[in-house]
C-alpha cells in the first residue's frame, strides 16, 4: 500500500500543473462566458490544450497525413522505423520474456538458453518499450510527425534502438550513424531559420 501511495504521488506531480491549467481555463471561459465556447461543452472532460491544439495546430488523428506534409515524414521516417522495428522484434519474443519477467531470481534461467537470446531482450525494458511503441504511434497518427525527431531522441529505449542496429544489425546500424550525423548538422540549419521541425 505504501509503495502505491508512493507511485500516486509520482504520477501526481507532473499532472498537477496541466489539470490546473486546464481547469483555470474551463473556469475562465465556460462558466463566466456566454454563450459557453463549443469547446465546453464538446468533451465530457472539457480541455483548453484540446481545444489549442485542434484549432490553431490542426492536430487530431490522421489530419497530418497530407502530401504537403511528405517531406516531413520523409525527415522523420529514421526515427520512427528504428523505434518500430526494436519494438517489433522485441515484442515478437514476449513468450519468452513474460516468464523472465515474474521469475524470482534471474539465475533459474538457463545460461545457454540465455545465450541463443539478444541481450536487448531483458525484461526490465518492456515498461519502455511499451511506452517507446505508444507515444511513437502518437506522434505517427495525432502529431505533427516531425516532433517525433525532438521527443523520440529523449527515450532512452531509441538509443537502446540504436545500440540494437549497431550489434545486431550492423549494415543498419552503420547508416543509421551516417544519418544521425547528417541530421545533426541539418537540423542546427532548420531549427536556425524555424524550418520543420523546429
Not at 98 to 122: A, I, K, M, N, W
Not at 170 to 176: D, N, S, T, V, Y
Request: net charge positive; glycine share 2%.
Amino acid at each position: 500500500m505504501k509503495r502505491l501511495l508512493y507511485c500516486i504521488a509520482l504520477v501526481t506531480l507532473p499532472l498537477a500543473p496541466f489539470v490546473y491549467h486546464n481547469y483555470s481555463g474551463y473556469v475562465l471561459y465556460c462558466s463566466t462566458t456566454q454563450p459557453h465556447p463549443a469547446w465546453c461543452e464538446k468533451n465530457m472532460l472539457p480541455s483548453i490544450y484540446s481545444r489549442v491544439q485542434d484549432k490553431y495546430w490542426n492536430v487530431g488523428f490522421l489530419r497530418y497525413w497530407t502530401i504537403s506534409n511528405i517531406p516531413n515524414f520523409l525527415l522523420a521516417i529514421p526515427v520512427l522505423l528504428n523505434v518500430y522495428a526494436f519494438c517489433g522484434f522485441y515484442l515478437c519474443h514476449l513468450p519468452w520474456i513474460v516468464p523472465r519477467l515474474f521469475s524470482q531470481c534471474q539465475s533459474e534461467v538457463d545460461d545457454d538458453r540465455l545465450q541463443t537470446y539478444s541481450l536487448f531482450l531483458q525484461p526490465t525494458i518492456l515498461p519502455h518499450v511499451v511506452h517507446g511503441l505508444a507515444l511513437t504511434l502518437i506522434l505517427t497518427c495525432n502529431a505533427h510527425v516531425q516532433i517525433a525527431l525532438r521527443v523520440l531522441p529523449s527515450l532512452p529505449m531509441m538509443h537502446w534502438a540504436a545500440a540494437w542496429l549497431l550489434i545486431e544489425r550492423p549494415k543498419w546500424g552503420k547508416a543509421w550513424i551516417v544519418w544521425s550525423v547528417v541530421w545533426c548538422a541539418l537540423s542546427c540549419v532548420l531549427w536556425a531559420v524555424f524550418l520543420p521541425p523546429a
